[in-house]
């Protein structure tokens, strides 16, 4: 066992003996978190955090299990705030019985009632979308919709990663919700048969094949080029995202589909008040620039600023379909990316 793995592993077991020992304790100075984003992202903010309020923020760090983690220790449980990605997490935490509402009034004040749950069990806390890198070389269209890129004229110029995976997932839900299952069915067999190859890879690799010339327009979340743009440790990623440019689909129609980075506060807070104020910190101004801008993201929250980089690359108009709409069609885009045959590519 390394040694971060020993210091989480000590962390969460000291953790539970504290809940397990005293479950009704009154509120501590401390709050718990779970945290599916990195160390890198979430310290900066969490140290402002206690300088400002004087509450002690402990953290577990994960790359998976950590819905199933809170379900199974249940009462015992010493998770207060639970931090993770994509919509799809925090619907089903609700569903899994695991939140409880969010109470401080930061979060009807500040976060559009499309990023939220209507009943405050969970809420965004940065937008990230699925977006065209296209070729600088080889594409001089500025603008571009979802229904553009199944047309013939992309016969054979298209890339992305296994239509399974999370992210694309998200994509399609959000086209049957906005569209339809029947329209989103046309429209994915098309965008299937003009993929250059059969998806494989990463979203970083789609990137990469535009640069090789394996194809002109590659569906890829926009934070990347963010990533590979300041990826020092691998300067090669920095050519691949040279040549590439972003359009944002559908931003001068019904606009972007988007997905988010969010949280809850878990059934069996010890500490509600002080994940309320976490909450309530992490949509200040201040706190949303820094949360999104680490990741280049973009805020939920409209007045914090977004970070000249990510705004270098256009206006985000992001869609007013509700995430819990495209949530409630995630099953069928899996189903439908079976039933296509989607990752092995064209079919015609």
């Given amino acids: 066992m390394t040694m971060t793995k020993r210091l989480a592993a000590a962390l969460l077991g000291s953790m539970v003996l504290v809940a397990a020992a005293a479950p009704t304790l009154a509120q501590t100075g401390e709050v718990n978190i779970y945290s599916y984003r990195e160390q890198s992202l979430l310290q900066p903010l969490l ?81 990230r979308s699925r977006v065209f890198y296209v070729s600088k070389d080889r594409v001089d269209a500025t603008a571009l919709s979802y229904e553009d890129i199944a047309g013939e004229e992309w016969k054979g110029r298209l890339c992305t990663r296994p239509g399974n995976h999370v992210y694309n997932i998200g994509l399609i839900a959000h086209y049957i919700a906005a569209n339809g299952l029947d329209e989103a069915r046309e429209w994915l067999t098309k965008v299937r048969d003009n993929l250059a190859t059969a998806p494989n890879g990463n979203d970083r690799g789609q990137v990469k094949n535009i640069l090789e010339g394996s194809c002109d327009l590659a569906i890829v979340n926009t934070y990347y080029m963010g990533a590979m743009l300041n990826n020092d440790a691998e300067p090669e990623q920095k050519d691949w995202a040279n040549a590439a440019r972003i359009i944002y689909p559908d931003a001068e129609g019904e606009g972007t589909q988007v997905n988010v980075a969010g ?33 280049y993201e973009f805020p939920v929250v409209a007045s914090a600023p977004i970070d000249p980089l990510v705004a270098s690359w256009g206006a985000l108009k992001a869609s007013q379909v509700p995430l819990t709409e495209v949530a409630a069609h995630r099953a069928e885009a899996a189903a439908l990316v079976d039933e296509l045959k989607f990752n092995e590519g064209p079919q015609n």
């Fill in 263 to 295: 949280g809850f506060i878990a059934k069996h807070a010890p500490n509600a008040e002080n994940a309320n104020a976490l909450i309530a910190f992490l949509l200040s101004d201040e706190a949303q620039s820094i949360y999104a801008s680490t990741n």
């Fill in 47 to 127: 140290d402002a955090f206690t300088a400002e309020t004087g509450i002690t923020a402990n953290v577990l760090y994960a790359g998976d299990g950590l819905l199933e983690r809170v379900e199974s220790e249940g009462e015992l449980s010493p998770a207060d705030v639970v931090l993770t990605v994509d919509i799809g997490n925090l619907v089903g935490a609700e569903e899994r019985g695991i939140t409880q509402p969010i109470t401080t009034p930061a979060l009807a004040e500040r976060v559009p009632e499309t990023f939220r749950d209507d009943d405050g069990n969970w809420t965004a806390l940065s937008l």
